[in-house]
């Protein structure tokens, strides 16, 4: 099945494989930015800024013919003039003059480029024989491209930001984009939120370089866990799905397609050139490997956070532990999303009907605490009791009690043993909840409602690799994505 | 049909009706507190310290044999012995103590009261008895009651709240709510995110009064524009559908319904003694009612802010202004949602492509910027061309661009006349931008990615009632609520 034309030939041998030439656009030890500027709002700019502010440690050189210094950086006029290696070069000079700076670069030895620059084949005829030109440029020297029409990447482990001004949290979330605008602003969303990504990827035209290619990249890339996707359309849908049933054995996929309806492919069209493709086919292929589709573009990173540091689970079976309508609702979505949530047997409901308050009603699942005050400690036992149960596969929780959600004013140390006792018990809860997991190899999700502007329980649930969320479906979500990888996994 | 037992006989005609009783209740001159404390984290002591933080103007009378003053008010053995008039009574005392007391509240002539008191029909057949005995002496007294085991109530007009903490920010949302806990939870979350309530009832066992009730008196409440309820289950399903039918020609109603699952369904019985019924039946009648249901509880506030503020659109025509994948997403979720995007006419695109960059696609529907940079001038300009036309009925855009985007420190006051030429016009782009929903009667909906922590056009889109989303799917939704209640309201 042909999503859409393969653009690179049968067989042809590409002399420098994606995984390689992506690890030197990735973690370059040194990179050119043809086009610099010292303009505030240029690319040629931005280029140069961001990396600096987000620091990156390697080389950058700015390349200007008619500047000696950007940023505080010595300018060279063409890039062969570098006197030093280069891995990377970022071009943002007018779509005309890419094809002839990227033979520059080749004859550097530059083995990946990334084209910031407009105006190929997003724009019409001209601009797609352009395009065709500067692959055959690449094919024929051997390096390889991001872009054209693009934004740019980010890379955690090179704090290398050209996409972002400010540099999101480290994490294990890998993103690729298709849309640059939309790609850039919904993770920073997600970094504001807390998400905290590996590589972020804008792959504009993907005129060489395609989703398949960062799909074999990420697969391999130590720092990602999960590997999340913006994509409008495929350059070669066939390989897109050879690579993605090859890497979800080791790594899980989501995806959002957009581009379903026609409104929304004729945008799609003008913006990156892609032509969508049938949503069935694509829903269908997408569900016999195990890619998890979702609907709505923040869910993305919802459902990867949870994939990202929890363990997958054995089955859908689910206990729930909450106050009142909140189990009600996380029984809804839970059963929505497929998840069962198994009646628990006499002896596990008298072992914590002992740990609740006495106006409890009697424990069935969902777990009600009525509202009651409780402690982490407390909640970590009830929620050992289901985690050692042959018929319960992971948790829908709480964030534990927080010592600073009664005293906002509380800095907690903890390392220092000088806390008041109801602070070290609640440390020591936190911790044991946190521990869980890994213990148990069953995930737990975390709701929390209060927003604390600092809270320790955030930061020892983190340890835990637990997901917080805020609200009962957000969680329903993140543990319909683990069981459904669980499935997966199994299935391969 | 009925859902559930309706336990007021038939034809009953009620001393106080609910209307006036709850005038009484959200917008108390004085009310007691029955069980006060001074021990902080009992109810007895929420009841006061809390209205006295969140600014309540009239008298509070703490009601404790055992003490002479509560946080600083002048405590009362009993209710009768406060020298004064008291038109509402809140009672934090055990279960058994309430029939008592109720009658002593009667006898000083409340009107209404709220019984946050647990441990009635939620704890089996001794506290369903119980509860009987209370609607009995109240039904004699002629005294209403919200509750019992219920979290309170919230009134932005009275600055009255027993259940937040915090006082939310005054709007005109009204939210009802079954679940104390959860409700409240959303509810702040809600607040936190910038949704105005102007009303919030935890609504408890409806011993007495109920979502029909609430839904009465909200209909009349000048400062109520949008209902949003969470629902488990009705005391009486067919009075709840006879009250919206008339109800929803006045203000739009948004419905969560829980406790659909079987398993939620156990939860919520054990909760607030609800039979849920039949999910099928109740999303038959809220269809044929226009009662907008929502399987997701944030998406009430989402959906209410839009009709809090916007005029109704006359069709489900729209056009989408935004970059790239923004529009590509925001196209797909409008149309999943059954919103149309009509493309437009060679006039008006030719209108609109001299108000676009040179580089940005032929303007058809979603029109794209294409990443470029404009003035709030501009972007308004856009959207009056759309409105004009009289095959668009709303529009989805973007926050106009902020002067503060650019530079955080900026302190704007809009008074001042001395603002940098660029500052001035961008405020005056974007007066004229907020004005545009009363101008042609149509809604404007908004998407802002960045989160600024100060920025005058958030404040400027307020005055205009423009909600502003994170999401374009959140924006599809919004755009879907107002298209839903525009059927309702002309069909009604």
Redesign the interface.
């Known amino acids: 099945m042909k999503l859409s034309l393969d653009i690179r030939p049968e067989g042809e041998i590409l002399k420098i494989p994606s995984v390689h030439a992506l690890h030197s656009i990735f973690n370059p030890r040194a990179f050119a930015v043809i086009g610099a500027s010292d303009t505030p709002?240029k690319w040629g700019h931005r280029m140069i800024d961001r990396p600096l502010k987000t620091g990156f440690q390697g080389a950058i050189y700015p390349i200007n013919p008619a500047k000696k210094e950007i940023l505080g950086l010595t300018a060279y006029p063409t890039i062969s003039a570098v006197p030093a290696e280069i891995d990377m070069a970022v071009l943002t000079t007018p779509a005309a003059s890419v094809p002839a700076l990227l033979q520059e670069c080749i004859h550097k030895g530059v083995k990946g480029a990334v084209v910031i620059s407009?105006?190929f084949a997003?724009?019409g005829e001209a601009g797609r024989k352009l395009e065709q030109e500067i692959v055959a440029v690449a094919r024929a020297g051997g390096i390889r491209l991001v872009g054209p029409n693009c934004m740019g990447i980010f890379s955690a482990s090179a704090h290398l930001s050209l996409c972002f001004p400010i540099a999101p949290k480290a994490g294990s979330i890998a993103f690729v984009?298709?849309?640059?605008?939309?790609?850039v602003?919904?993770a920073?969303?997600a970094a504001?939120q807390g998400y905290g990504l590996s590589k972020f990827v804008s792959i504009g035209n993907q005129a060489d370089l395609g989703v398949a290619d960062y799909l074999e990249y990420l697969a391999e890339d130590a720092q990602t866990n999960v590997i999340a996707l913006?994509v409008?359309g495929f350059k070669d849908g066939e390989r897109f799905f050879d690579v993605a049933r090859r890497v979800i054995k080791k790594k899980p996929i989501i995806v959002?397609k957009?581009?379903?309806?026609?409104?929304?492919e004729?945008?799609?069209l003008?913006?990156?050139a892609s032509v969508a493709g049938s949503a069935v086919v694509f829903d269908n292929i997408c569900k016999q490997i195990g890619v998890l589709q979702v609907?709505?573009?923040?869910h993305l990173f919802e459902m990867a956070q949870a994939l990202a540091g929890l363990p997958v689970p054995q089955g859908n079976r689910v206990a729930i532990l909450g106050?009142?309508?909140?189990?009600?609702?996380g029984?809804?979505?839970c059963?929505?999303l497929g998840i069962d949530?198994p009646q628990l047997d006499a002896g596990t409901a008298a072992a914590i009907t002992a740990l609740l308050p006495p106006?409890a009603?009697?424990p069935?699942?969902?777990v009600?605490f009525?509202?009651a005050?409780r402690t982490a400690m407390q909640e970590a036992e009830i929620i050992e009791q289901f985690l050692k149960l042959d018929y319960i596969d992971g948790v829908i929780s709480n964030v534990p009690v927080s010592p600073q959600l009664w005293d906002h004013h509380l800095v907690i140390d903890r390392q220092a043993k000088t806390h008041a006792p109801h602070v070290q018990v609640a440390i020591q809860g936190g911790e044991r909840y946190a521990a869980l997991p890994r213990k148990y190899g069953k995930p737990i999700i975390c709701l929390r409602?209060?927003?604390l502007e600092h809270d320790t329980m955030e930061e020892i649930l983190g340890e835990g690799g637990i997901p917080i969320y805020?609200?009962?479906?957000q969680c329903a979500r993140a543990m319909h994505a683990l069981v459904h990888y669980g499935r997966v996994r199994r299935r391969n």
Chains 1, 2 share one sequence.
């Not at 984009?177 to 790609?183: D, E, K, R, V």
């Not at 609907?295 to 923040?298: I, K, L, N, P, R």
Request: net charge negative.
């Open positions: 709002g407009a105006g997003e724009t984009s298709q849309s640059g605008t939309f790609g602003s919904i920073q969303v504001a913006y409008e959002y957009a581009g379903r309806s026609e409104a929304a004729r945008a799609a003008s913006h990156t609907h709505e573009s923040f106050s009142g309508g909140q189990g009600v609702v029984t809804d979505a059963v929505a949530l106006h009603p009697k069935r699942n969902p009600d009525a509202g005050t409602f209060a927003n805020s609200s009962p479906e």
